[in-house]
């Protein structure tokens, strides 16, 4: 129950006021493991949930009742490898761009970031036909760039070279980890379903 009041107020704290939760957030000193259980896992068990039952609602081809799992487990998939190779890939990069290396940093800056993207695609999910509602998920940009600047190790130029190499690093990741992990888990589906 704690843990689930947690999760909200940092959702809406991130969303509200990002430069003070950006304060907050650096005070603390929690860890990777911290800020995984305690925020990213339950948001993405909610869009799993969600997609499940948006596909339950929503399915006009009378697929088999195992569909549903399948954007289920993508979605919780491409989410969470995003953030994991994202934050990896980030690390191994900026000290071409900033003397910083502080992979707990960069994972909670990409991980707070996608909140945004995390609300609209629990909607969406749900509700597919409201799919549009899904570009207010650059606001994620506006508070990645909010997180940098609370960072008192980056600055000046540095911060807007990180924040450019970020956002393009978790955009290309996201859409190249969706694109391979749909064609992975829809064939494998529609291989078993098709061979029973």
Known sequence: MTDSIITVKRLRNILIQPLKEWEVINLENHTVKQVRSSFLLPLLVLIAISAIAGSFIYNPRGLSFLYPLVPAVKHFLALYLTIVLSSWAMNEISLAIVPVKDYTFIYKLITYSLSPFFVTLFITRLIPELDLINIFGIYGGYIMF???????????????????????????????????INSLIEGVYFALTGSL
């Open 146 to 180: 909010c997180g940098l600047r609370a960072y008192e190790k980056i600055s000046g130029q540095a911060l807007i070279r990180y924040f450019i190499v970020a956002l393009f690093t978790v955009i290309v990741f996201y859409f190249g980890i969706s694109w391979i």
